[in-house]
Each structure stands twice: as C-alpha cells, then as structure tokens.
C-alpha cells in the first residue's frame, strides 16, 4: 500500500480498526464468494487463500484495496494456519466446506441456496459436517437437494455477499462464537429472515433474500433476459456509486451519472473507483467502471452540481432556479424510468420536488450516521406520496443513540457531521436494497412484484434497514430488532395530535390525516 494508506482507510478504522489486517481467509469457491472477498478487503482483510483460477480476483484486490498476500492455490499447511474457510453454493459445495473444516480444524461459513432464499451457516472445525446437517434440518424438514435455486438474480447475489462479509467480519473480530444458521427470503418478501428455522418477526419486519449465482464472471452473472429500464443517478458517492453499479449488473439499458466532485483518496474504499481513480472526475470513471463490468449498459457522465439550499423548507425552494432548470432539462431530454437522488443533502429535497412536478419516478436514498441505519424513500411519478409527505413527518420508532462522531460535534458547537466512518459492508448493502426497489420501481405496475406493488397501494413508501439492531428504553430503534432487517413506514405512520384536522402536504397539495397521534 503507497504512502496514502492512513487516507485511504480513514473512514474504515474506526470501525473495524487494525485487527483484520493479520486475519487470512481462505475462499473454496470463486461463484459463490467472489463479492463477499471483495467486502471483507475494503475491511482491510489482507491475507487470502484463493482458488487456482482466482488471479483475476487476485489482482483487483491489490489494485483496489492494496492486497498483495494472496495466494492461488494452497498446501494443506497453509489451510491450517488460516481464520476462516468461506465457500458452499450447492448442498455438494457445503458438504465439501464442511468437510475441509474438520479436516483442518478451522471455523467456515457455509452459503446454501434455496428454492426461496437462502441460508448462512456458520461451522466449527472437526463438528462442521452435523451442524451443517443439522442446520438444514432444523431450517427445513422437507428440504431436498432438488429444493436448490438454479436461477438467482444479480440483486440477490449481493444480497447474500453482504450479508455474508457483515457474519464472515464478526467470526474474524470474535464477535460470535458457536454455530449459527439463518435462514432468508420467501416468495412474497425479499426481506424476511429466521434464525435456526424459527420465524423471528411479523411480516413486515424483513431481511433481504438470498441466492447464489450459478456460475462466476468478473463480477456476477448477467441475467439470461433482463428488464432494460433506464436511470439517471444523482450523487456518486457510497450510495451512489454503487447503486449505479448494481442496477447496470441486474439489467439496466442506460445511466446518466451526475456529481461535480474529484475522487479523493478516502473514496474507493467504500466507493465504486480504484485507487488509479484518485484526482479524476468521479462521474467520467464511474462510467467506465460500469462498462468493465457491464458492458450492456452505456453509461454516461457529467459533472453537474444541484445546489443545496440551506434549508429543506418549502420556503427556500427557489433560492437557486438556474441549476434547477438544468436538472429539469436534462430529465427531459433522458427521459429516464427512475432518477436516483442521493446526494446525502438538502439538494435531495429540491430535485425531488421538481421531479414529482415533472410526474417523474424516482427514489431518495440515504445513509443514517456510520450506516448503521439507512433509508429509502419512493416517489412513484404524480401516485402516492410525494418526498415531503414523508420524510420528517413519520412516526419511525424510538432513535438509537448518538454515535462518538454526533457526540463529539454536539459538544464542540451544536452540529452533526458528515461523511462519519462505515465500511462497504454497511454502505454498500444500503445500496443494493435501494438498487431492488429502484429495478422495481422502472417496471410498469403490471410488472412488479407483488410485496412492492402492496407497498405503494398502501403507500408504504418509507424503507429503513438496519446494520445493527439497537435496544432502547422503549423499544428497538426505528423498530428493527435484528441486523439485516428492513422495514416500511409510510402514511398510516404520519404523526399528528389530538383533534387535528387533516391537511394538504405543501409540496403535492395531497391531503392526509395523522395516522400516529402524539
């Protein structure tokens, strides 16, 4: 790693710190666990066992995280001085992990496929072949290797490959100990998770489903017929940028990538550019990082800034009109299917409320502080819910506690900070969550699922997932009980008082009643 190593991982240490430096993970299978190597790099994991066609992994792991001990292939020695055998894919491949684990009496992590979802299961050495049989058991009785999914989506491999390197990260940190299996998904929500085949929460409180893919490509296999839906993206930064990535893999046609900054040297880390991108306009490498690992979808950048006013009010939505009829021209003149807004500031708020003027669909996504927490909220064109009936006028469940950076600058004078530290882990899967809402929201009604389309007639519109679950005195923080949860708010939740009479939203002029009296 050059000189610049401090920068890069500034952002990083605070998290994880410098202990999985010295951590060595060894991946049995390239399909299943190429993404999840890529996440646990970006954590500063720097030792890696690969399989023998593994150089092409091998070497983006050094030119995009520095990684420069990775070996392809490995003797028996080498196995046993390892922290954590990753691999699975079929029931065959677990049985072959778990055999390796108690071969080399070393802790793995198992990732199966389901017909629905999926499960992660973790093993301890010379016991791993009757936990893995015991875990499918207790997860499924009637479960047959026939139950296996040949077909998963690109969306779903992410899924599984963050919250594979989220499990993976707390058995190297020695957060967890033992054997833990969970199970994901079902056919009528994508994000519903139970631990040891015991179903945890109401369905409405959900964690994402999981698959695998059934071959390896550079990154993830493309799907056979994907939908071909446009998007332009606004703000290329962790959400951003990969929320860009991920549509491009799962089936988009085209990306107008739009962000006025440079990569700094803290950004690849977290962020979909290499360390070569340093001090390049972040909306022309962008592009071209897409087109290397999706080269069906044309991908355009431009530089462009949409000024943010100082305050979200409705009352200063004016303050800057030459910017905001730009970002007007170029929706029209793209005609996208979806805008993405994620800029992280009060310039979310002017584009969206242009956008619903427009009737145009689009999505803001956003990270809490540290991601421990994220947020996506849905504007389906001139139906529903517009930005400003939401966001700031929901009941969301109790706050979970400040963290050291909140402390630290409500101490020094009064604010909040931006940019605090996280990992890809917990930015990027933010990301990939909003990616399968905004692939949803591009389709036509007729063509959604039906978990999403339930969600906008009822105008639930409101998703919140959780990194971490956070106790309380009142209850779980934003009501998310287990890490990898995501759960809806939307307009039964708007919060009111006592004899209130219902009001117009200032913004789209709908008429709503308080649904949470306080």
Known sequence: MSDDQAAYFARVQPIVGDCLRDKRV?????????????????????????????DVLAAELCARYGVVDTRCGWTDAEMRSTDLLVGGGSLADCQQLAAACAAYSRPGLALLSLAEGGMLISLRGADAPDQLE?????????FQPSALSPQPSVLDYLDLSHHAARLA???????????????????????RVSEKGEQRFAPTRHATIFQIPPQHS???????????????????????????R??????????????????????PVRQFYTRQDIGASKTARLAENIGAVASCCMAVGRRFRLDESSSPSL?????????????????????????????????????????????VAHLVARCYPRARYFEVVLVDGKRGPCYDCVRGHLYTGPIPALTAEQR????????????????????????????RLAMQLALPASARAAWF?????????????????????????????????????????IIGSVGAEARPCLSCGQVYTAGRLV
Not at 246 to 267: K, T, Y
Not at 333 to 349: C, F, I, K, Q, R
Not at 410 to 430: I, R
Not at 456 to 464: H, R
């Open 246 to 267: 991920d549509v491009a893999l799962a089936g988009a046609s085209r990306l107008l990538l739009l962000d006025d900054e440079d990569v700094a040297a803290a950004n």
């Open 169 to 191: 990260r707390r058995i190297l940190l020695g957060e967890t100990s033992g054997s833990e299996s969970w199970r994901f998904g079902d056919a009528t929500w994508p994000w």
């Open 218 to 244: 550079a990154l993830c296999p493309q799907h056979s017929n994907p939908p071909q839906p446009s998007f332009l993206v606004l703000g290329c930064g962790s959400v951003g940028s990969y929320l860009a």
């Open 134 to 142: 015991s875990a499918i058991g207790a997860s499924s009785p009637a």
């Open 315 to 359: 009352s200063s939505r004016d303050a800057r009109l030459g910017d905001e009829t730009e970002f007007a021209r170029l929706v029209e003149s793209e005609h996208p299917d979806v805008v993405v807004l994620a800029t992280g500031t009060n310039a979310d708020y002017r584009a969206a409320r242009l956008l619903r003027r427009m009737g």
């Open 453 to 493: 389309e339930r969600c906008i007639e009822e105008q639930a519109v409101c998703f919140i997932g959780g990194n971490v679950a956070e106790r309380r005195p009142n209850g779980w923080a934003y009501g998310i009980s287990s890490v990898g949860q995501v759960v809806t708010y939307g307009m039964s939740d």
């Open 408 to 435: 630290a600058a409500y101490d020094a004078h009064g604010g909040t900070l931006v940019a605090e530290p996280a990992t890809l882990v917990e930015s990027g899967w933010a990301a990939a969550v909003a990616a």
């Open 26 to 54: 060894a991946l049995l299978n390239l399909a299943v666990g190429a993404e999840t190597a890529r996440l646990l790099a970006a954590c500063r994991v720097e030792h890696w066992l690969l399989p023998a066609d593994g």
